[in-house]
């Protein structure tokens, strides 16, 4: 009986984030005049430049600051390219701007997921021909747009309430309503029906403050009173109307009390004074934080790969595995790894990614292992950047000998390590994301389980892709569709695993896999942290800007 909206918060992919601009020493004009600069702000989107949006023109600044804000919608699991474009108007207006192209006074690329994970970015600009103007620099700051991420948790209760059954007392439900300047009502809440009671007490319950009251504290909330009838025909106790300002009086432990008026019996009865009482207990303001909040906290997505060097991959040599390295085009592992790897290297600031094997023998005794470094470097199993990975990838596959079985807990169990220690900071300082590349189902399937349930409690994230055309369908089990993981080790906290085959995504575009796979990290970094009660981190200091 009980309905809402925006009763839970969502913690969704997607955020609002404004981008603010200014410029520093742009080049002035050969006769020594200062240029009229106007920003033009780009979007790279299916291989083509279209416009987000221009600036207003500054007339004769070297150094100009604009007020124009640019409004964009962020998606972690997107690649989102952002060019900056700054011209010299030289008289003309924000529209003709662009026009000319020897008025670029410089441009500068850039990733929205770069901007956001540093919060405030200074570039030097870069000419048409490539030159890089050193002097000459462009800020940009990013801010995330508040949106309805705060929400107020409250809790009603009746007193003396009208009785409106004969054999038995009311069966009171209460349903409150947010009512808009031009007297529109939306329903915010409807509470469980409490049988019986005429002074019922109900459950407590959350609603965003935007559902309850569009944020302004001022706005009028009407609250209804009915006693429950099965045939759907309510018998009306009675309501009041107040305001948010009035319920935050709850919030410091005071009750607040109204008057539950049934206008009917105003009307008709001439010494009415109510139909009884509602009272507030509690009124307490919550903020639900979203990914930005953490990213822009200081918060690090670390990114982990784990390659499938079983011999159902194929030999490397043949062009029929797997693993073949064609000189035409990347093979699966490659593709998977340039994708979803590009995207997650924006959120790590020292863009080291470990990078390990499972499955093969390996130099010098060829002994068969399920987690070794695929630089041979078992103390220092990091490489620089996505393009460091496919390297060491590349180099390590005439080295070893693919041999099997498939077991994924070992590398699950030495990434969940340092989670572990990571959880026992409290801090929201470093979140990480296992991507799983294999070819076949998992040998170790008890004790894959068992290790994703205990990985569940550490912020961590497990990405499984499935390479090649194997039967994949007990993965689903590690993927939680039936439920939420049980092993020996429990039940999991948390669902944690996402996996995909790649052959679901032949025909989509090339951003399609990366998308689709780390859709669901912003949801679980939130979901973890809000478990254990920690928000983001203070908002990192930015750098003075060049100069």
């Not at 790279?44 to 279209?50: C, E, F, I, W």
């Not at 416009?51 to 600044?61: A, D, I, K, P, T």
């Not at 085959?501 to 399609?512: G, L, M, S, W």
């Amino acid at each position: 009986m009980t309905e809402g909206v925006d009763s839970q918060p969502v913690a969704l992919g997607a955020s609002r984030v404004e981008l603010r601009v200014s410029c520093w020493s742009l080049l002035q004009r050969e006769n020594g005049i200062k240029p009229d600069p106007c920003l033009i702000l780009q979007v790279l989107s299916d291989g083509q430049l279209n416009e987000v949006g221009r600036s207003e023109v500054l007339s004769e600044s070297q150094n100009p600051v604009f007020g124009h804000v640019f409004a964009l919608d962020y998606f972690f699991e997107e690649m989102q390219n952002l060019r900056f474009e700054v011209y010299d108007a030289n008289g003309e207006s924000a529209e003709n701007v662009g026009l000319e192209e020897d008025t670029l006074l410089g441009a500068v690329e850039c990733t929205l997921g770069q901007i956001v994970s540093q919060t405030k970015v200074t570039k030097p600009l870069v000419l048409r021909n490539g030159e890089i103007v050193e002097e000459s620099t462009i800020t940009i700051e990013a801010e995330e747009v508040s949106r309805t991420n705060e929400f107020v948790q409250l809790q009603f209760h009746g007193e003396e309430l009208d009785d409106k059954d004969f054999f038995s007392k009311s069966d009171p439900f209460m349903e409150i309503y947010k009512v808009s300047a031009n007297e529109t009502e939306h329903l915010v809440w409807r509470t469980e029906v409490v049988k019986n009671n005429l002074s019922p007490r109900w459950k407590p319950f959350r609603v965003s403050l935007q559902s309850l009251c569009s944020c302004d504290p001022d706005k009028t909330i009407r609250c209804v009173v009915y006693d429950h009838d099965s045939s759907g025909k309510h018998d009306y106790i009675g309501e009041f109307s107040t305001k948010f300002q009035q319920m935050l009086q709850a919030s410091s432990g005071d009750e607040v009390k109204w008057e539950c008026i049934n206008h009917k019996y105003v009307e008709k009865k001439k010494h009415y004074k109510n139909s009884g009482y509602i009272v507030l207990t509690q009124c307490k303001i919550e903020k639900v934080h979203t990914f930005l909040d953490y990213i822009m906290g200081g918060l690090q997505i670390s990114f982990t790969v784990a390659i499938d060097f079983t011999a159902s991959n194929g030999d490397p040599r043949s062009e029929h595995s797997l693993h073949f390295i064609s000189p035409k085009e990347p093979n699966e592992y490659l593709k998977t790894l340039s994708s979803v790897g590009e995207i997650c290297q924006d959120y790590d600031s020292d863009k080291q990614f470990p990078a390990y094997g499972f499955g093969a023998r390996i130099p010098p005794d060829f002994e068969v292992t399920h987690d070794f470094a695929i630089n041979f470097d078992p103390e220092h199993p990091e490489c620089e950047r996505i393009s460091g990975v496919i390297e060491a990838y590349k180099r390590c596959l005439p080295q070893i000998q693919l041999y099997g079985p498939t077991n994924v807990a070992p590398i699950i169990n030495k990434v969940a390590a340092p989670a572990a220690e990571e959880e026992k900071t409290g801090m929201p300082t470093k979140y990480r994301v296992l991507l799983i590349l294999t070819d076949g189902v998992v040998s170790d399937m008890p004790e894959a389980c068992d290790a994703v349930v205990r990985a569940s409690r550490l912020p961590l994230s497990i990405i499984i892709v499935g390479i090649g055309n194997a039967d994949f369908s007990d993965m689903r089990e590690l993927n939680g569709d039936r439920g939420m993981l049980e092993s020996d080790e429990g039940r999991a906290v948390r669902d944690i695993v996402q996996f995909v085959p790649v052959r679901e995504f032949k025909k989509a575009p090339p951003n399609a896999l990366a998308k689709y796979v780390l859709a669901e990290v912003p949801k679980q970094v939130v979901e973890y942290y809000g478990s254990k009660g920690i928000g983001p981190g203070t908002q990192r200091s930015s750098s003075p800007q060049s100069q």
